[in-house]
């Protein structure tokens, strides 16, 4: 049964076409990309942005944190740097006696992960707990950290010297994984135009604060999905992991991750429901990353997001998966 086409007035798609009107100030020509970046913020995920140097991925996610007035911390992953670099240590004060704990940069609402891929893998599963719990864990006293908490991490493409790649269990932790892509010939002018003036990501003012992001992650989760909607992600989540090129498919966190996004999708349009078309928009971002695909396929060029959308086209879908 299909219910005629209705808005409703949260607090979220104000405060969601705010931010990207603010970010598209300086990252000219992305609004999409920017709309997923939002996207993920507001389904209290993660986000892993991927793409070639230059392209404006630590731009895209200095002016989110510019956007919000919350605590941000900046990370520049390099070869040498320690776990406890990331999440704090205990020392001994002498004066006192005592042990105490002095957090690290993880502990803010907003974590920038630069070129996250160029730390060893021992550095990189240092942010396994507190992305997954929100909480760290230091000789046995567990820390919670700050929310709304969002890690917002970049990486070179994996192909690239000096890089590693990032675990499995720790890309299945991002909610999502974007590219910026190169500008088109008008919008890589009007950064010709604008370079060298003061529109920067510091230059921003902030158009919201953590406590409304936090606020409207709630009016997100009210969102109504048809049981037939329920059952299309588990189906097309599923049949992820029975295709002959995929060697490990998406977990059910992936089916979380989708449906969470999905419902901040449609409270972003001012819908109380979510549509088909909201799944279908975000499945390639939110699972792409979570899939492991045979040699024999990668040889072939075959990649994740090819194989998602094999199975948009081939998943059918209930005609009363709308509300």
């Known amino acids: 049964m299909t219910t005629p086409h209705t808005t409703t007035s949260t607090p979220l798609a104000p405060r969601f076409h705010a931010l990207a009107d603010n970010i598209e100030r300086v990252l000219k020509g992305k609004r999409d990309t920017i709309e997923l970046a939002l996207t993920c913020l507001f389904a209290e995920g993660h986000l892993l942005i991927e793409d070639v140097p230059g392209t404006g991925k630590t731009t895209l996610a200095r002016c989110l944190a510019a956007s919000i007035e919350a605590d941000f911390a900046r990370v520049q992953f390099t070869p040498d740097l320690l776990p406890s670099d990331i999440t704090g240590v205990t020392v001994y004060r002498q004066n006192t006696g005592t042990f105490e704990f002095l957090p690290g940069p993880v502990f803010a609402n907003v974590v920038l992960g630069d070129e996250i891929n160029r730390a060893s893998p021992k550095t990189q ?108 992600i588990v189906r097309v989540v599923a049949a992820t992991r029975d295709l002959p090129d995929v060697r490990l498919g998406a977990s059910p966190r992936g089916s979380v991750a989708l449906l969470r996004a ?26 792409a990353h979570r899939l492991i695909l045979t040699p024999e396929a990668e040889l072939r060029g075959r990649t994740g997001m090819d194989v998602v959308e094999e199975v948009l086209a081939t998943v059918p879908l209930d005609s009363r998966a709308r509300v």
């Open 125 to 232: 599963s240092a942010l396994l707990e507190v992305m997954e719990e929100r909480r760290v864990t230091a000789d046995g006293t567990t820390h919670p950290v700050p929310r709304p908490f969002m890690v917002l991490a970049t990486q070179n493409s994996v192909d690239m010297g000096g890089t590693y790649p990032l675990p499995e269990a720790q890309l299945d932790r991002f909610l999502m994984r974007i590219t910026v892509g190169y500008p088109d010939h008008s919008d890589e002018v009007a950064v010709l135009k604008g370079a060298g003036t003061d529109l920067t990501p510091e230059s921003l003012t902030p158009v919201t604060t953590a406590e409304e992001i936090a606020e409207s992650t709630a009016a997100a989760a009210e969102v109504q999905v048809a049981d037939a909607l329920y059952d299309y």
């Open 262 to 287: 999905v419902r901040v999708r449609a409270a972003s349009q001012s819908r109380p429901y979510a549509f088909p078309e909201d799944v279908k928009a975000l499945a390639g971002p939110v699972l």
